[in-house]
T-cell receptor
Framework: AQSVTQPDIHITVSEGASLELRCNYSYGATPYLFWYVQSPGQGLQLLLKYFSGDTLVQGIKGFEAEFKRSQSSFNLRKPSVHWSDAAEYFCAVGAENNDMRFGAGTRLTVKP | GAVVSQHPSWVICKSGTSVKIECRSLDFQATTMFWYRQFPKQSLMLMATSNEGSKATYEQGVEKDKFLINHASLTLSTLTVTSAHPEDSSFYIC?????????????FGSGTRLTVV
C-alpha cells in the first residue's frame, strides 16, 4: 500500500518569503500525487495534482510542485507567501485502485 | 463545477443516540464516495469507500455496525453514527470522485463536526 510522509509538522514563514513544504511518498508504481489545503473547520481544497507528463505542476493560488521520482518526493512551493496562505497542507498519494492516503499534514503560520 | 455538499456542518448529540451525515455531489454523478475521520491536528483517516448500489468497503478497524454507510443514489451518500459515544466525537469529511478513477483528484465536502455529550 502507498504511504506519505510530511516531515515538517509546523512551519513559520514571514509574509513575502518563499515557501517549500516537503512530501515523500512510498508506492511501487507511478503514483498519483496531490496537495490539498485545509482552513480550520473546513474541508479540503485541491491545490494541484500530478499523474503524468511535466514533472513541474502549476496549481491554484500561485502554488507549484515538482515530482522527483529519484527522491520519491513531491514538494510544494510558493515564491511569495501571503497571510491568507496560513492553513494546514496535506500531501496525498493515490493508487490505481482509487485508494488515496494522506500525510500527517504541515501547519503553515505566516508572520506579518 | 464538482461541488460536494456535506450536511450538517456541525451537530451535538446525546450519548446513545444516532446521527446521520449527508454527502451530496451537486453537479456531477459520483459513483464512489469516501468517508474520512479527522482528529484534532491530525491527518485524515479513511473510514470507508462507498459505492453506489453496493455495500461499502470499510477500512480495517472501523466498526461497520457503528458507522453505517448508504449510497443509494449517484449523488448521495450518508454516514450514520449509531449509538454515538463521546469517543466518536470528531470531524468527519466526505469526498467524491469527479471523474471515474483517482487521477483527477477528489472533491471534498466541508466536513461535519460531531460532538457527543
Amino acid at each position: 500500500a502507498q504511504s506519505v510522509t510530511q516531515p515538517d509538522i509546523h512551519i513559520t514563514v514571514s509574509e513575502g518569503a518563499s515557501l517549500e513544504l516537503r512530501c515523500n511518498y512510498s508506492y511501487g508504481a507511478t503514483p498519483y500525487l496531490f496537495w490539498y489545503v485545509q482552513s480550520p473547520g473546513q474541508g479540503l481544497q485541491l491545490l494541484l495534482k500530478y499523474f503524468s507528463g511535466d514533472t513541474l505542476v502549476q496549481g491554484i493560488k500561485g502554488f507549484e510542485a515538482e515530482f522527483k521520482r529519484s527522491q520519491s518526493s513531491f514538494n510544494l512551493r510558493k515564491p511569495s507567501v501571503h497571510w491568507s496562505d496560513a492553513a494546514e497542507y496535506f500531501c496525498a498519494v493515490g493508487a490505481e485502485n482509487n485508494d488515496m492516503r494522506f500525510g500527517a499534514g504541515t501547519r503553515l503560520t505566516v508572520k506579518p | 463545477g464538482a461541488v460536494v455538499s456535506q450536511h450538517p456542518s456541525w451537530v451535538i448529540c446525546k450519548s446513545g443516540t444516532s446521527v446521520k451525515i449527508e454527502c451530496r455531489s451537486l453537479d456531477f454523478q459520483a459513483t464512489t464516495m469516501f468517508w474520512y475521520r479527522q482528529f484534532p491536528k491530525q491527518s485524515l483517516m479513511l473510514m470507508a469507500t462507498s459505492n453506489e448500489g453496493s455495500k461499502a468497503t470499510y477500512e480495517q478497524g472501523v466498526e461497520k455496525d457503528k458507522f453505517l454507510i448508504n449510497h443509494a443514489s449517484l449523488t448521495l451518500s450518508t454516514l450514520t453514527v449509531t449509538s454515538a459515544h463521546p469517543e466518536d466525537s470528531s470531524f468527519y469529511i466526505c469526498s467524491a470522485s469527479f471523474e471515474r478513477g483517482i487521477r483527477y483528484g477528489y472533491t471534498f465536502g466541508s466536513g461535519t463536526r460531531l460532538t457527543v455529550v
